[in-house]
């Protein structure tokens, strides 16, 4: 039967059964329809009968009313009995409700609209189910991640006071206690969150395990007392929290040994701790007494402002608790080395991208003041987010930066000069020709 479906414009204040709705809508579902409805305006008619009551559109009348429309497109059911239109809007509300999605063509469509710097939750879905649809190809908590590329031999490309600018991601190669960095790092913008590892205060000989020799953290790496690294907690938190937004999450590594000094720093910079979080490895590493498999991060808050809960007990599908078991990077495997030879205490790449998504959203800013060998920075490109570090390390720095061509095929560039990665590396370079002789004159040397 072909039913006529001419679209006629109707006053609101003329339509019926706005107050009798089968189904119930939440404020969350009409912010959803009322931003749609600023951006592109009414595209789907309202059905009614012939007498003006809506048989399906309650929500889109409701939110047009609200936006200050008057008038609506509406199609008019007609040839049909009452009991066929009660029928009918039954049918109408249930159906779609059987569909499920096709989760290769969704992410599919969310990565081009991404591209195309669209923001996605015009389309009704929310960051979580945005972020669950396109973690398709993210690492799991027990995969074996790539090992990040080695550090250059040589002298490093990247030095102190650089600003290096990786896609969306900005790097300065400086001091986290640093005010003055941390504000031209930021330049004026605010972190949703914070992922950060700081330096143990241990020393790197004795403390990490493994054939590969590791160099000692340029600072707090065992030579400060318990006060010294107490100010130093206490230093970096305070030059970052003003750049941070109200009701921003931290997540802060830290080993055993020293978490009381985070506490007291936490502390001292009036953040609240809001609860711990327990790194559970799949190897214990070495130790005397008791061998540790563990290593803890503890999580604060900054400012009085809401702050982000993606995860809400498992109530919109990621279920998470304070017990995150991922893969160490002291389990038996071919990258294994070659991951702790680049930073002693790097951490997965799927802890941090779960961190991430626990409490931001898709093109927050995510900052790290101790990036180490990039981690957070890989994260945040994987997650959608905007990763913000520093790192004192020229060596670690070039190693960040390795990691972000690999990962994007993008090249880095030096904001100051315009330069990029591999410019600034051929700068450094010899000439070829002088290399030659240096190696001529070598071996007469040696005859």
Same mark, same amino acid.
């Given at each position: ?13 003329? $339509? ?8 119930? /809508? ?93 923001? $996605? ?27 990040? !590329? ?47 590892? !700081? ?14 020799? /590791? ?26 929290? !003003? ?50 498999? /563990? ?6 808050? /900054? ?9 809400? $007990? ?94 994007? +095929? ?34 007469? +040397?040696?005859?």
């Amino acid at each position: 039967m072909r039913n006529s479906l001419t679209i006629e414009h109707r006053k609101l204040a003329e $339509l019926t059964g706005l107050d009798q709705t089968l189904r119930v /809508h939440g404020g969350q579902q009409h912010r959803k329809l009322a931003s749609f409805i600023r951006r592109f305006g009414q595209l789907a008619p309202i059905l009614i009968d012939p007498d003006g009551r809506i048989v399906d559109g309650v929500l889109v009348a409701q939110v047009l009313k609200d936006e200050g429309y008057t008038e609506a497109a509406v199609v008019v059911v007609t040839g049909r009995s009452p009991d066929e239109l009660r029928l009918i809007r039954l049918a109408l509300n249930r159906l779609p409700q059987d569909a499920g999605w096709n989760k290769a063509v969704l992410a599919k469509e969310f990565r081009e609209l991404i591209d195309l710097s669209f923001d $996605l939750e015009l389309t009704g879905f929310d960051a979580v189910e945005i972020d669950m649809s396109l973690a398709i190809d993210e690492p799991g908590a027990g995969e074996v991640e790539d090992a990040p !590329p080695e550090p250059a031999a040589g002298p490093a490309v990247a030095q102190v006071g650089d600003l290096w600018r990786l896609g969306e991601h900005r790097l300065v190669c400086g001091d986290a206690r640093d005010p003055a960095a941390l504000a031209r790092l930021m330049d004026g913008r605010q972190a949703r969150m914070m992922f950060t590892d !700081p330096p143990y205060n241990v020393a790197i000989n004795g403390f990490v395990a493994g054939r590969g020799r /590791h160099r000692e953290f340029a600072m707090a790496s065992g030579e400060m007392s318990q006060d010294q690294f107490v100010g130093f907690l206490t230093d970096f938190l305070a030059a970052a929290t !003003p750049h941070l937004a109200d009701g921003a999450i931290l997540d802060l590594c830290m080993d055993w040994r020293h978490s009381a000094e985070l506490l007291e720093a936490i502390d001292a910079v009036g953040l609240t701790l809001m609860n711990m979080c327990v790194w559970a490895k799949t190897n214990a590493g070495m130790g005397t007494f008791y061998r540790s498999q /563990h290593e803890l991060v503890w999580i604060a808050k /900054h400012g009085d402002g809401p702050h982000i809960n993606n995860f809400e $007990l498992g109530q919109k599908g990621r279920s998470r608790s304070n017990l995150w078991t991922y893969r160490g990077m002291n389990a038996v495997g071919g990258d294994r080395d070659d991951l702790i030879k680049l930073h002693p205490t790097v951490k997965p790449a799927a802890l941090v991208i779960d961190a991430i998504k626990d409490v931001s959203r898709r093109g927050d800013i995510v900052l790290d003041p101790f990036l180490g060998s990039g981690t957070t920075i890989i994260a945040a490109e994987r997650t959608g987010r905007r990763g913000y570090g520093l790192e004192l390390d020229p060596g670690y720095a070039d190693v960040i930066i390795r990691r972000f061509e690999a990962e994007t +095929g993008r090249a880095a560039v030096l904001v100051e000069t315009d330069e990029t990665f591999a410019e600034r590396e051929d700068q450094l370079r010899p000439p070829a020709a002088l290399m030659v002789r240096a190696d001529l004159g070598d071996e007469a +040397g040696h005859d």
